[in-house]
């Protein structure tokens, strides 16, 4: 499986970003996925999953009621909508892919796109 993240870039804060993941293979919709991050200096961090039907989201209290997690299997892509963006969610943003259906095995990453928030 190959993921290929896009859509990042240089927004102001407040403004809206939506990052997009798109999945080679045959199975993409049988598995849950996730966005992370990463900060400049920072460990990657957790943002947002979603399992296989689109039905269960799950959010890092940072993000929840500003980002959107969702997927369209028909395109094996998995989206997150970024809403009332601040200086604190520039980072590099990462999808990835848990084949195992666990939440936790996230065997497969993409190469990450960079969004930056200006105050």
């Known amino acids: 499986v190959q993921l290929q993240a896009s859509g990042g870039g240089l927004v102001q804060a407040g403004g809206s970003l939506r990052l997009s993941c798109a999945a080679s293979?045959?199975?993409?919709?049988?598995?849950?996925m996730g966005w992370f991050r990463q900060a400049p200096g920072k460990e990657r961090d957790f943002v947002a999953r979603?399992?296989?039907?689109?039905?269960?989201?799950y959010y890092a209290d940072s993000v929840n009621g500003r980002f959107t997690i969702s997927r369209d299997n028909a395109k094996n892509t998995v989206y997150l909508q970024m809403n009332s963006l601040k200086p604190e969610d520039t980072a590099v943003y990462y999808c990835?892919?848990?084949?195992?259906?666990?939440?936790?095995?996230?065997?497969?990453w993409g190469q990450g796109t960079l969004v930056t928030v200006s105050s």
């Open positions: 293979g045959r199975t993409f919709s049988s598995y849950v």
């Open positions: 979603i399992n296989w039907s689109g039905g269960i989201r």
């Open positions: 990835a892919a848990d084949p195992t259906g666990r939440y936790s095995k996230w065997v497969y």
